[in-house]
């Protein structure tokens, strides 16, 4: 069966510190790979996917990044972490013909 | 380009009575529409998915939603609301591509009262 790990769980991050938060599905190969930040009252935001290895799409500019080294694997990265970065991130995936997502459990950043 | 409104943020019921959320969308191609629930700091689950078969879709805890392409409405009711139904729901659109990028409306809280 497809499962997908995110994490960590929570991590407190002082700012201007650097970030990377880890993102793997099993049980699949090529799934269509998001990064989506929740912040309080916003709803949920796209901030990047992916559709293989090495292709990364950006919804928003902002102060992050995201890298597919592996097919399974999604990473969100940034250099210099703002206080604005802090919110509930989370990975999804979404298998080829398939609709709906499949989503981690989410990691709690706050950028202090 | 497509959108997803939620109206009303924060709905509060009674245990028992009737859940109504509501979402319209906005698409130019036929949606594939979807309604997640998050409870607090999990993931989200999917409740219900319209493809484009059946207009009157069934999720999973009881809960459906009916696709009125007229009204481009797609709003989620359960007869009968219970106490553990309490979080926070997401109606979500996407193209109808595979793959395509879901986009999420803003979320609605539900709170269940006894």
């Known amino acids: 069966s497809q499962t997908i790990h995110q994490w960590p769980a929570t991590l407190v991050q002082p700012v201007g510190s650097p970030l990377s938060l880890e993102c793997t599905v099993e049980?699949?190969?090529?799934?269509?790979l998001y990064w989506y930040r929740q912040a309080a009252g916003r709803g949920l935001q796209l901030l990047f996917y992916?559709?293989?290895?090495?292709?990364i799409s950006s919804e928003v500019p902002q102060n992050l990044s995201a890298s597919r080294p592996q097919d399974r694997q999604f990473i969100l990265s940034s250099k210099k972490l703002l206080l604005s970065d802090s919110g509930f991130y989370l990975c999804?995936?979404?298998?080829?013909?398939?609709?709906?997502?499949?989503f981690g459990s989410g990691t709690r950043l706050t950028v202090v | 380009a497509q959108s997803v409104t939620q109206l009303g943020s924060h709905v509060s019921v009674s245990e028992g009575a009737l859940v109504l959320l509501r979402c319209n969308y906005s698409?130019?191609?036929?949606?594939?529409l979807f309604w997640y629930v998050q409870y607090p700091n999990q993931g989200l689950q999917l409740l219900l998915k319209?493809?484009?078969?059946?207009?009157l879709v069934k999720g999973i805890n009881g809960f459906e939603a009916e696709f009125k392409k007229s009204e481009t409405s797609f709003h989620l009711t359960k007869p009968s609301a219970h106490m553990s139904d309490a979080a926070e729901y997401f109606c979500?659109?996407?193209?109808?591509?595979?793959?395509?990028?879901?986009?999420f409306g803003k979320g609605t809280t539900l709170s269940v009262s006894s």
């Open positions: 319209y493809t484009s078969a059946a207009t």
């Open positions: 698409s130019s191609v036929p949606p594939y």
């Open positions: 049980g699949t190969s090529n799934p269509n």
């Open positions: 992916s559709v293989g290895i090495g292709q």
């Open positions: 979500a659109v996407s193209r109808g591509q595979a793959g395509t990028a879901l986009i």
């Open positions: 999804a995936w979404r298998g080829s013909g398939s609709h709906g997502y499949t």
